[in-house]
């Protein structure tokens, strides 16, 4: 047909010049050399417009590159005689700088601006969505090269849509392998709000979902990522897929670089796409230095769709991925290949071309079959896209991109090239084939760290036990203590018929050492945890502990607090009353000890059956801690540490109210005031003390113990030593012993007491009238002496005054 449209446009002069001619065009045509003479057909043959829109700027500048490739294929197409013999391909195309809305216009002129446009292609998704939506009410083929959004699947909105772009849902399958293959159980994600990323999270959200592997982060930004990047950073993201154009990667990383939320704790994963070095591109955008986003991406890891035939074959183009790459080269001037836009997904541009020239080429014979020709095609006529769109379903030839074939939904099958930066460059670490599930890997990944970083704060079951060191030491203390409080026991014990020791209430006080041996017991309990015993022996422990400080602080408290009561009730009323309640009943104070114990052992019972203690592991970064744990903790320890409190804080009221008050009947009175104090001010600061302290074991046992021990050495010397001090310094126990058994008995009945108590009353008696009888002889003799010696001194008198007397009764005589 060719040589006859010569013939018609250049008529030989001559029939000999035509025969000429014709055997000169045959032995040519014959040797392969249409090529030279194809451009000089083709000028005079009809044109197939294709209307494309090439993305120059914007968030995905692909047409720097993808554009040079597209006119690249075209010329070897048109210079092909087995392609579209017939025909010529030509491209016209626009600058839609990856927006919707430009897009919109430049789809407008292109629809109604002459000529007839057979075929669209679009370039990035968000221009694609929107054109493949549209031209199906032109009857267009829409032949995109490099959209990827998972939407554009969908047939049923976009029914002629074809892509040699392979959908970014292909990235998901070998994310979750890497994911499986690093042991990754918890990952999270950050995404700009578009449609292409947001579906092709939702997709990926369902592939890990069967992965059993968990979203626990799912962040999104419009324009501004630095809320989502902290969210990140606050819930502690360590997996962390991105989603999103690389002018917004590059602020995404400034942010990242602020946060510190890089390193050999984290892995990025990001869209393959991005230019080599979009990184290192000064962006006006953000403020951080080409420095610093170097630091920031270093060892992130990327999914990209194999866009380049890494195998030496020939193709439907004649050409070796390699050979693409150098005319490409020559075609772009001498750019750099990692500033221009679009490189990566230059032979998908090229591959587009060839797969819509051959499908064309291929519905060249069908149309001609039922009368029709490709320039007949107008925006009504439904046969010729119907023809076009079956010879691409079925399309299947390979490129410089591989293989190209389409499934159902239009979008290319291809294998996944998986990437990871090192130093500055981005190396190749392996293949995977979705189809067959097959990774191919070449074991050169590199880490910051000793390798893949965990997926979350690691939790080890590395349990924290009490040192033992310090319980040991406690240990001793306490051991002590139970040793001095059975030995005032015992002193009490064997001294109760001794007066002084019975004007004290021995048997309150026998209470009271009860009491305080059985606290420091508690002491023991208090540090046995893991290490001691095993996990199902521990709430026997716990309940242990909770019973032996229980009862042991009603006993020497209680006791305590009973005679303090009775002192503060009897010499505190009006004297009238005073008079009545004088007389102690021994009975009275040992059923008040037995009431507040009985109120203890009541509520321990109930809490026991209702909610016992059971046992908790509470997780600290690393570690885990046992600790006996109290269901609705605030609400009864509440009510415990509310009673208890009341009782403290009331000892100590009656404790200064009664600190001037002398008593006979209970003598030691102000040594249990002294001892209500200090038990009182221990509890109610460690209570709460406690409590704050839980989570560090050895602050909380060394507080709690310390406290106990420190009360109970306290409560037995003040109530216990001064006794012993005065019955060994004053002998008073040895002399009560001798009375003892001059008695001739030694019950402990109230008449024999009576009865002693008499005896050393009598003999003290005794003694006092001695004294006295002694002290009036004494007296007497002295008296009598006195008088004795006024009777001499009298009678001398007398007689001097006789003899004076004689004198002058003669010396009248003398002078007769």
Same mark, same amino acid.
């Given at each position: ?538 709430? &026997? !422990? ?5 019973? +032996? *400080?229980? /009862? @042991?602080?009603? #006993? =020497? %408290? ?80 509440? &009510? !415990? ?5 009341? +009782? *403290?804080? /009331? @000892?100590?009221? #009656? =404790? %200064? ?160």
């Amino acid at each position: 047909m060719l040589l006859w449209r010569a013939f018609v446009c250049f008529p030989p002069p001559s029939l000999s010049d035509a025969l000429d001619m014709t055997n000169f065009a045959c032995s040519h045509f014959s040797a392969g050399s249409w090529a030279h003479y194809l451009p000089f057909f083709h000028s005079r043959v009809p044109k197939l417009y294709i209307g494309a829109l090439f993305p120059m700027s914007g968030g995905w500048p692909g047409g720097q590159a993808c554009l040079p490739s597209a006119q690249m294929a075209l010329d070897l197409v048109n210079n092909r005689s087995d392609i579209l013999p017939d025909y010529e391909l030509e491209l016209i195309h626009y600058d839609s700088m990856c927006d919707p809305g430009e897009a919109t216009k430049l789809l407008y002129d292109l629809l109604y601006t002459e000529p007839i446009k057979i075929v669209l292609m679009p370039g990035c998704s968000s221009v694609s969505t929107l054109v493949a939506e549209a031209a199906r009410m032109w009857n267009l083929i829409v032949f995109s090269y490099g959209s990827s959004s998972p939407a554009l699947s969908n047939r049923q909105r976009f029914p002629t849509f074809f892509r040699t772009h392979p959908s970014a849902t292909l990235h998901n399958p070998t994310r979750v392998r890497l994911f499986q293959k690093w042991n990754w159980s918890k990952i999270a994600t950050i995404q700009q709000t578009t449609e292409v990323f947001t579906s092709t999270l939702d997709d990926l959200e369902q592939r890990v979902k069967e992965a059993q592997i968990e979203i626990s982060v799912r962040q999104s930004f419009l324009t501004d990522p630095a809320v989502a990047v902290k969210n990140l950073k606050r819930q502690d993201a360590r997996i962390i897929v991105g989603l999103f154009y690389e002018t917004e990667a590059r602020k995404v990383f400034c942010e990242v670089y602020k946060e510190k939320l890089f390193g050999k704790k984290y892995v990025w994963f990001l869209i393959g796409w991005y230019a080599d070095n979009w990184f290192k591109i000064k962006d006006p955008a953000i403020n951080c230095t080409v420095e610093q986003m170097t630091e920031a991406v270093e060892g992130h890891v990327t999914t990209e769709i194999v866009m380049l035939n890494p195998e030496t074959v020939r193709g439907a183009s004649n050409l070796t991925s390699q050979e693409f790459i150098a005319q490409l080269m020559s075609r772009l001037g001498g750019k750099n290949p990692e500033e221009t836009g679009g490189f990566q997904e230059a032979p998908l541009a090229y591959d587009a071309v060839w797969a819509l020239a051959l499908a064309l080429n291929k519905t060249v014979a069908p149309l001609r079959a039922k009368g029709r020709r490709l320039e007949d095609f107008n925006y009504n006529n439904k046969d010729i896209t119907a023809e076009i769109y079956r010879a691409l379903n079925t399309s299947s030839f390979e490129g410089v991109s591989g293989h190209v074939v389409f499934d159902a939904q239009g979008s290319r099958m291809a294998w996944t090239l998986i990437e990871q930066l090192q130093g500055g460059s981005y190396k190749k670490i392996g293949y995977y084939d979705s189809s067959k599930g097959n990774l191919s890997w070449y074991g050169n990944d590199k880490w910051i760290g000793a390798g893949p970083p965990a997926d979350q704060t690691m939790v080890i079951d590395q349990y924290r036990y009490l040192s033992q060191k310090l319980f040991v030491s406690v240990s001793v203390f306490a051991g002590l203590g139970i040793l001095l409080g059975i030995v005032c026991l015992t002193f009490n014990i064997y001294n109760s018929n001794v007066r002084y020791i019975q004007n004290s209430q021995p048997y309150l006080n026998n209470i009271t050492a009860v009491g305080c041996v059985l606290a420091l017991a508690a002491v023991f309990p208090l540090g046995i945890d893991g290490h001691h015993v095993h996990r199902s022996q521990f709430p &026997v !422990v716990c309940q242990f502990r909770l019973w +032996l *400080l229980g /009862l @042991g602080f009603s #006993l =020497a %408290y209680g006791s305590m607090f009973t005679k303090i009561w009775w002192v503060h009730t009897v010499f505190t009323k009006k004297d009238e009353k005073k008079e009545k309640r004088k007389h102690l009943d021994p009975w009275k104070l040992y059923a008040t000890v037995g009431g507040l114990l009985a109120i203890d052992v009541l509520s321990l019972m109930i809490w026991q059956i209702i909610d016992p203690l059971h046992v908790t592991v509470e997780v600290s970064f690393i570690t885990k801690l046992k600790s006996c744990l109290i269901t609705k903790l605030l609400r009864k320890c509440g &009510v !415990v540490f509310g009673y208890k409190g009341l +009782l *403290l804080l /009331l @000892g100590i009221f #009656l =404790a %200064y109210e009664t600190k001037s008050i002398s008593t006979e009947k209970i003598n030691d009175h102000r040594a249990v005031g002294m001892a209500i104090y200090n038990v009182a001010v221990l509890c109610l600061i460690t209570a709460p003390v406690t409590m704050i302290l839980s989570s560090q074991q050895d602050a909380s046992f060394a507080f709690a113990s310390l406290a106990i021990v420190f009360s109970v050495y306290i409560t037995l010397v003040v109530l216990f030593v001064p006794k012993m001090r005065r019955l060994i310094t004053r002998g008073e126990w040895q002399s009560e012993q001798q009375d003892t058994l001059k008695t001739g008995s030694s019950t402990n009945n109230n008449d024999e007491e009576k009865s002693r108590q008499l005896e050393r009353e009598n003999r003290e008696l005794q003694k006092i009238i001695q004294e006295k009888e002694e002290r009036v002889t004494e007296l007497r003799s002295q008296l009598a002496e006195r008088q004795a010696l006024r009777s001499r001194r009298h009678q001398s008198s007398t007689e001097q005054h006789s003899r004076n007397h004689c004198h002058n009764s003669r010396l009248p005589l003398l002078y007769k």
